[in-house]
Protein backbone atom coordinates (compact mmCIF):
# COMPACT_ATOMS: atom_id res chain seq x y z
CA UNK A 1 0.00 0.00 0.00
CA UNK A 2 1.36 3.52 -1.13
CA UNK A 3 1.33 5.66 1.75
CA UNK A 4 1.80 9.83 1.00
CA UNK A 5 3.38 12.44 3.02
CA UNK A 6 2.38 16.03 1.80
CA UNK A 7 4.60 19.18 2.81
CA UNK A 8 5.60 22.59 2.19
CA UNK A 9 2.52 24.43 3.02
CA UNK A 10 1.78 27.62 4.78
CA UNK A 11 0.85 31.49 4.50
CA UNK A 12 2.46 33.23 2.43
CA UNK A 13 1.39 36.94 0.83
CA UNK A 14 -0.65 37.14 -2.89
CA UNK A 15 2.26 37.19 -5.40
CA UNK A 16 4.45 34.85 -3.00
CA UNK A 17 5.55 31.52 -3.72
CA UNK A 18 5.70 27.79 -2.08
CA UNK A 19 7.14 24.56 -3.16
CA UNK A 20 5.64 21.93 -2.21
CA UNK A 21 6.62 17.99 -1.64
CA UNK A 22 5.10 14.90 -1.33
CA UNK A 23 6.82 11.64 -0.43
CA UNK A 24 5.35 8.53 -1.31
CA UNK A 25 6.45 5.43 0.75
CA UNK A 26 7.00 2.50 -1.82
CA UNK A 27 9.43 2.17 -4.78
CA UNK A 28 6.68 1.55 -7.28
CA UNK A 29 6.37 5.37 -7.14
CA UNK A 30 8.22 5.54 -10.54
CA UNK A 31 5.86 3.41 -12.32
CA UNK A 32 2.34 5.95 -11.69
CA UNK A 33 1.13 9.10 -12.65
CA UNK A 34 1.12 11.46 -10.13
CA UNK A 35 -0.75 14.25 -9.68
CA UNK A 36 -1.52 17.38 -7.22
CA UNK A 37 -4.88 18.07 -5.84
CA UNK A 38 -6.44 20.98 -4.39
CA UNK A 39 -9.85 21.17 -2.01
CA UNK A 40 -10.61 24.68 -1.02
CA UNK A 41 -13.34 25.02 1.41
CA UNK A 42 -16.74 24.16 0.30
CA UNK A 43 -15.68 23.32 -3.05
CA UNK A 44 -14.49 19.79 -4.90
CA UNK A 45 -11.18 18.20 -4.83
CA UNK A 46 -9.52 19.14 -8.20
CA UNK A 47 -6.59 18.40 -10.00
CA UNK A 48 -4.42 20.75 -10.61
CA UNK A 49 -1.37 19.49 -12.37
CA UNK A 50 -0.02 15.96 -13.24
CA UNK A 51 3.35 14.64 -14.30
CA UNK A 52 3.52 11.02 -16.14
CA UNK A 53 6.37 8.20 -15.60
CA UNK A 54 7.65 9.91 -18.68
CA UNK A 55 8.08 13.79 -17.64
CA UNK A 56 5.48 15.13 -19.59
CA UNK A 57 3.16 17.54 -17.32
CA UNK A 58 -0.41 18.56 -18.05
CA UNK A 59 -1.89 21.51 -16.06
CA UNK A 60 -5.76 22.87 -15.34
CA UNK A 61 -6.14 26.63 -16.96
CA UNK A 62 -6.37 28.00 -13.33
CA UNK A 63 -2.58 27.51 -12.61
CA UNK A 64 -1.14 26.87 -16.15
CA UNK A 65 1.72 29.45 -16.30
CA UNK A 66 2.07 29.85 -12.12
CA UNK A 67 2.48 26.19 -11.18
CA UNK A 68 5.35 23.62 -12.18
CA UNK A 69 4.96 19.66 -11.39
CA UNK A 70 8.45 17.78 -10.98
CA UNK A 71 9.44 14.30 -9.64
CA UNK A 72 12.37 12.50 -8.41
CA UNK A 73 12.13 8.86 -8.45
CA UNK A 74 15.36 8.27 -7.19
CA UNK A 75 13.55 10.08 -4.02
CA UNK A 76 10.10 8.49 -4.48
CA UNK A 77 9.33 12.58 -4.39
CA UNK A 78 6.90 14.46 -6.46
CA UNK A 79 7.46 18.57 -6.13
CA UNK A 80 4.72 21.83 -6.87
CA UNK A 81 6.25 24.82 -7.59
CA UNK A 82 3.80 27.80 -7.11
CA UNK A 83 4.48 31.14 -8.11
CA UNK A 84 2.90 34.20 -8.47
CA UNK A 85 0.25 32.80 -5.70
CA UNK A 86 -3.66 34.05 -5.70
CA UNK A 87 -6.17 33.78 -2.43
CA UNK A 88 -7.99 31.79 -4.61
CA UNK A 89 -5.12 29.31 -4.63
CA UNK A 90 -6.08 28.65 -0.53
CA UNK A 91 -6.64 25.21 -0.44
CA UNK A 92 -5.45 21.84 1.45
CA UNK A 93 -3.30 20.53 -1.57
CA UNK A 94 -2.59 16.57 -1.81
CA UNK A 95 -0.69 13.98 -3.90
CA UNK A 96 -1.87 11.49 -5.31
CA UNK A 97 -0.83 8.58 -8.40
CA UNK A 98 -3.21 7.48 -11.04
CA UNK A 99 -5.21 5.18 -10.52
CA UNK A 100 -5.78 6.89 -6.98
CA UNK A 101 -5.09 5.30 -4.04
CA UNK A 102 -5.70 6.40 -0.15
CA UNK A 103 -4.94 10.33 0.20
CA UNK A 104 -2.33 11.92 2.39
CA UNK A 105 -3.47 14.08 5.21
CA UNK A 106 -2.35 17.20 2.32
CA UNK A 107 -0.68 20.13 3.12
CA UNK A 108 -2.32 23.86 3.75
CA UNK A 109 -2.05 26.73 2.23
CA UNK A 110 -3.11 30.22 2.52
CA UNK A 111 -2.65 33.14 0.61
CA UNK A 112 -3.18 36.60 1.91
CA UNK A 113 -4.58 39.21 -0.47
Known amino acids: QVQLVESGGGLVQAGGSLRLSCAASSSIFSFYTMGWYRQAPGKQRELVARITTGHSTNYADSVKGRFTISRDNAKNTVYLQMNSLKPEDTAVYYC???????WGQGTQVTVSS
Open 96 to 102: NRLPLTD
